[in-house]
């Protein structure tokens, strides 16, 4: 039988929580112990569709595997610790999908499970439209309308929406942004990004000063929101 | 050097506050006796008690002046102490009873009396000292040619000499009054029978008054006193930092050499100092020639070189043959602008052979003022070296011409006629090279005789015919004196520098052994050892160990006797040789010499010698001076590290603790991760909705007390190091507010916030730690119907964001509201850490901002964080 959702924690309550939260929603799921247990079951058959990964293994540290469960095809959501940022960037750099900070709140955890379940389940998107909320981009046309009102953004603007659309719900960070923006010579420029960021949330957000759509991760990335 | 001009203001500021504590002296100076000095002191005395003083007469004397006696009536009077001495009793002053009585002044006439044997000091001037060290304000009196420096130019003009004494430093911090009287009235005085004079004195002191003697003196004394203002002044004036650079630069070096004259250089010096304000040197070469002086001489320049330090010169001792090249060598190491050396009256034959350290010193010196001061023959009459046994070069030079002459005879065949007198210069350069100049001499002529005797006709007389027999002599007797001279030299050289060698050999060996040592008992047995070794001397070391005084180093001397120990409690005290030959209780056997360091006196190095007059021979000054210095080094060491191991033991178990803390958090983290996440999947409905809601609250609680607890520790271990970038002050609040709203049902908060805010430097975990530690606090003291506002708003200069609550406020006493643990009134109730606000204002204070509360017009409390703006305003970042 297919399972959904590789559960990854060296500690037992965190274990049964987890499975008692996904129980509950009708998410299949298995578990594992240690780095080497999870290695096993990401490349068993059928395979899971996401991984849940707590960084603090006894065998392993649960960064270096991020990459081989990545390269498995499997969605990697990844447990940490809020203040762990090196520790965030450093799994999202790797290939991670997603993190959620312990302690976690489960409704929200078992929200990105099943945004991470659509996103591996659905087809394919369109190569040249992506949706967030209330938004719609056009890249062939290079439009980008809020609700039923068309935006005008400068093309820097709109590579970077475009670039956090991509991936939507999901962080994406600082440096990748950069890079794909503005080129890997500006990897450490940050003020261009928070400048663009500003400049980007002034056309699109219903309040700038409050912004709801563009969502900053302190020390990380930016996300965009999905509902 | 110890006294560098630049290094000089803490110095002077160390001298000033100490002022601060110690007595006042006011000393009445007069030109000569008779002008009322005692008359004038207690003049001012009564005027002090009227103002309600506390003023005592520790010592006055009336000279059975009526108007005097008068004066001294109203003053309490301290009893004198007797002191039997042959066959007559001498009243002297107590200086252990004015010590007691603690007046606010005491008076004590004549500084420069010399006191009683058998007194604590030998010198009234050192009571006077002592007096003002323990606080005590004194009033003295003094004649203008009592006082040291200016001893010798007095008696130049007044043919009278005084052996009393005041050294100059006792001086110059004290307040001088001229007491002053017109000649023409002191002579009056004086025939009117109102001036009291000493009859031993007699007719040699009524030379004093002539009317162009006492204007001479007079105008001295006038002097003196606007020298003294005018070093006063300078000290205030740097202190207060009104002028810089008073002092000009100068330095002055003196040449010290034994003898009367010696003492004359060193006051002149002293008096040159003085009129630049410069510090002043005294500088001794160690040349061969003076290692030859010997005996009598050689006390005679510890003494001058005692003088000098008195007067307040550094000392230093300088090796070299050429005595005026080393000097003016040494002068520009010190950068010395004045040299000062004596030069004696000589015959041009005299210098011609000799040369003169004076001229080759202003020959050799560019930039330097070089002042000579002329010495009488009488000065310097050097004290004729004493031979052990005149006639034993003599005899050693016979012996040596005598053997060579019988060799001589003993091969006669081969040698020929030519080649004798060759053979005979090997006595000669034999005695050159092993006996002094005498010797080589003795031998030439012993050669020039044996020669002509037996080697010369006619055979076995002394008369001579040939003119060439006679240049024979002439050479042999040349070849002796500079062969003996050259020698000689070297000879001298290599006893200096061998004696110098020995000297750092010693010190070298004495250092390393006493580095190695790690206990006190130890330390001290070591030091006692080598130094009675090295100088010959019995030694011991005293320090004081819980309040006692005890014997270290020397199990012999374990118990001491009262005056020794007194002795040693002075020294250690003090910081000052004190016990024999000092000027210090030198009733003790023992001269103790304090082992000072950079953490004041450690201990005190006694030392003793039984048979001999003097403790140390001058020879020896030097070297017991870096003894003591080493074993005081070897105390400081061992002091260091004991605060070293204290202060290591410290940080382990700081180190211990901070890896408690964290080991626990962390395991404390993990179950309340489960029972957080647990709470939260309960859903809040139902007949225990309340209990749930409760569950989750605290157990968010705990999880914020456990990251305080955590961020105080990093805190306390200074591992705060803010991981400087490029932030969006909007991001951060409404990450904060986010953060918050997830952690809470609670929708009290308002916000205020300017978009338009320029990016900052800063670090965005730390900023949103800040934030949510105030926004916390706000909520928990807001009533549950009432809002929290969070405002962010910038100006030109700081970021401004203030979290306003509608609490009770803050109580009027605040001021250790960022304190540890500390909690607002009812804070228990409300629950929490008493870690935040601390632990906020770290944070802030590590981002280069600062935070402040207040209270709100109309209640609450609001906090404020202010971020500069680092500048890095918001740039058109080709977006």
């Known amino acids: ?227 | 050097m110890d006294d560098q001009p630049p290094a000089n203001d803490a110095e002077r500021f160390l001298r000033l506050a100490q002022q601060e504590k110690r007595g006042r002296l006011t000393v009445y100076l007069g030109a000569a006796p008779g002008v009322g000095k005692t008359y004038r002191m207690l003049q001012e005395a009564a005027r002090r008690q009227a103002e309600g003083r506390d003023v005592v007469v520790g010592i006055a004397e009336t000279h059975g002046r009526s108007e005097t006696a008068a004066l001294l009536e109203p003053i309490e009077l301290l009893p004198r102490r007797s002191i039997a001495h042959q066959n007559h009793t001498l009243d002297e002053f107590d200086i252990d009873a004015a010590l007691a009585r603690r007046p606010d002044l005491i008076l004590v006439d004549e500084l420069a009396h010399t006191n009683a044997p058998g007194s604590r000091h030998p010198k009234r001037w050192q009571d006077v000292a002592e007096l003002l060290v323990a606080g005590i304000d004194v009033a003295t009196t003094v004649n203008i040619q009592h006082i040291e420096s200016l001893n010798d130019v007095v008696a130049g003009f007044t043919h009278v000499r005084v052996r009393e004494t005041v050294p100059d430093s006792i001086l110059e911090r004290a307040e001088i009054i001229v007491v002053d009287l017109p000649p023409e009235a002191l002579i009056e005085r004086l025939e009117a029978g109102k001036v009291y004079l000493p009859e031993t004195a007699g007719r040699a002191l009524a030379n004093f008054f002539t009317p162009t003697k006492l204007a001479a003196l007079r105008e001295m004394a006038l002097r003196f006193a606007a020298r003294n203002v005018d070093r006063r002044l300078a000290d205030q004036l740097e202190i207060s930092g009104e002028k810089d650079g008073y002092v000009g630069g100068d330095r002055v070096m003196v040449a010290v050499s034994p003898g009367k004259g010696g003492a004359r250089v060193v006051r002149q010096a002293k008096r040159i100092a003085d009129m630049f304000h410069a510090p002043w040197t005294a500088v001794v070469v160690e040349s061969g020639s003076a290692r030859a002086v010997r005996g009598g001489q050689r006390e005679q320049l510890a003494e001058n070189l005692a003088l000098a330090s008195s007067l307040g010169a550094s000392l230093t001792t300088i090796v070299g043959t050429d005595v005026g090249r080393a000097l003016v060598d040494h002068a520009k190491e010190l950068q010395a602008s004045q040299i000062v050396i004596g030069k004696s009256r000589r015959s041009r034959w005299f210098e011609w052979r000799h040369g003169s350290i004076a001229q080759d010193a202003i020959r050799l010196s560019h930039g330097v003022a070089v002042h000579v001061v002329p010495l009488d023959e009488a000065d310097e009459k050097p004290e004729r070296v004493r031979e052990l046994n005149p006639y034993r070069d003599p005899l050693i030079a016979l012996g040596l011409v005598a053997v060579t002459v019988s060799l001589l005879h003993l091969v006669p065949s081969w040698i020929s006629a030519g080649a004798i007198d060759l053979v005979l210069l090997l006595p000669v350069i034999l005695a050159a090279t092993r006996l002094r100049m005498s010797g080589a001499l003795w031998a030439a002529g012993w050669a020039a005789l044996a020669y002509n005797f037996f080697f010369t006709e006619p055979y076995h007389t002394l008369d001579i015919y040939s003119t060439g027999d006679i240049i024979t002599f002439v050479v042999l007797a040349l070849v002796a004196a500079v062969i003996g001279a050259l020698a000689g030299r070297i000879r001298r050289q290599a006893e200096t520098s061998a004696g110098v060698a020995r000297l750092n050999a010693s010190l070298a060996r004495f250092a390393g052994l006493m580095g190695g040592l790690s206990t006190w008992e130890e330390t001290a047995r070591v030091a006692c050892d080598e130094i009675s070794g090295l100088l010959e001397v019995e030694t011991m070391i005293v320090a004081v160990d819980d309040g006692r005084l005890i014997v270290r180093g020397n199990a012999k001397y374990a118990d001491l006797d009262m005056v020794d120990e007194a002795a040693a409690q002075w020294a250690l005290e003090r910081g000052e040789p004190t016990g024999r030959d000092t000027g210090t209780l030198n009733a003790s056997d023992w001269q103790f010499h304090p082992l000072k360091t950079s953490l004041g006196t450690l201990g005190a190095l006694g030392i003793a010698r039984p048979l001999e007059s003097r403790v140390i021979r001058p020879d020896d000054a030097t070297l017991l001076a870096s003894l003591v210095d080493q074993t005081a080094l070897a105390h400081e060491r061992l002091v260091l590290e004991a605060q070293a191991r204290q202060v290591g033991t410290l940080r382990e178990r700081d180190r211990l603790r901070g890896a408690l803390l964290g080991s626990i958090a962390h395991d404390l983290r993990t179950p309340l991760t489960a029972v957080i996440a647990a709470a939260e999947a309960i859903p809040v409905e139902g007949d225990y909705a309340e209990e749930v809601r409760i569950a989750r609250e605290e157990s968010r609680r705990l999880q914020r007390f456990l990251n305080d607890l955590l961020e105080a520790s990093r805190i306390e271990h200074g591992t705060i190091e803010p991981n400087w970038e490029s932030v969006d002050l909007t991001d951060i609040v409404i990450a904060v507010l986010r953060d918050l709203r997830q952690d809470r049902t609670d929708t009290r908060i308002e916000t205020a916030i300017d978009a338009d805010c320029p990016l900052v430097r800063s670090d965005p975990l730390l900023l949103r730690h800040v934030l949510i530690n105030l926004i916390d606090n706000a909520l928990k003291f807001s009533p549950a119907d009432r809002k929290v506002t969070v405002e962010l708003f910038c100006d030109s200069g700081n970021a401004t964001c203030r979290v306003l609550d509608s609490g009770p406020g803050l109580p009027a006493e605040n001021a250790d509201l960022f304190e540890r643990f500390h909690r607002l009134e009812g804070g228990d109730r409300v629950g929490g850490s008493g870690l935040g606000l601390w632990i906020a204002k770290n944070f802030t204070e590590a981002l280069g901002g600062a935070i402040g509360a207040s209270n709100r017009e109309g209640g609450g409390a609001v906090f404020t964080v202010f971020l500069p703006l680092s500048g890095r305003q918001e740039t058109a970042a080709h977006a």
């Open chain 1, 1 to 227: 039988m297919r399972s959904d959702v590789l559960i990854v924690d060296d500690e037992p309550a965190i274990r049964r929580l987890l499975t008692g939260a996904l129980d509950r929603s009708g998410i299949t799921h298995v578990e594992a112990a240690s780095a080497t247990e999870a290695l096993r079951l990401a490349a068993a058959h059928p395979q899971p569709v996401v991984v849940l990964l707590d960084l603090g293994l006894p065998d392993r540290d649960g960064i270096e595997i991020v990459p081989q469960l990545a390269g498995l095809g499997l969605a990697v959501i990844v447990l940490t610790a809020r203040d762990a940022t090196q520790e965030k960037v450093a799994a999202l750099d790797l290939g991670a999908d997603d993190f959620v900070t312990k302690p976690f709140d489960s409704e929200e955890l078992l929200a990105r499970i099943r945004s991470a379940l659509r996103r591996k389940a659905g087809p394919l998107a369109d190569a040249s439209t992506r949706e967030f909320a209330g938004g719609r981009i056009d890249r062939d046309r290079h439009r980008v309308t809020m609700g039923n009102v068309q935006v005008e953004l400068t093309p820097r603007e709109f590579n970077l929406l475009w670039a956090l659309a991509d991936r939507p719900g999901r962080v994406i960070t600082h440096e990748t942004l950069l890079e794909t923006v503005w080129g890997p010579a500006h990897r450490q420029d940050l003020d261009y990004l928070r400048v663009a960021i500003r400049a980007l949330r002034r056309k699109i957000e219903a309040d700038p000063a409050n912004p709801r759509l563009v969502v900053n991760e302190p020390g990380v990335g930016y996300r965009l929101a999905v509902g």
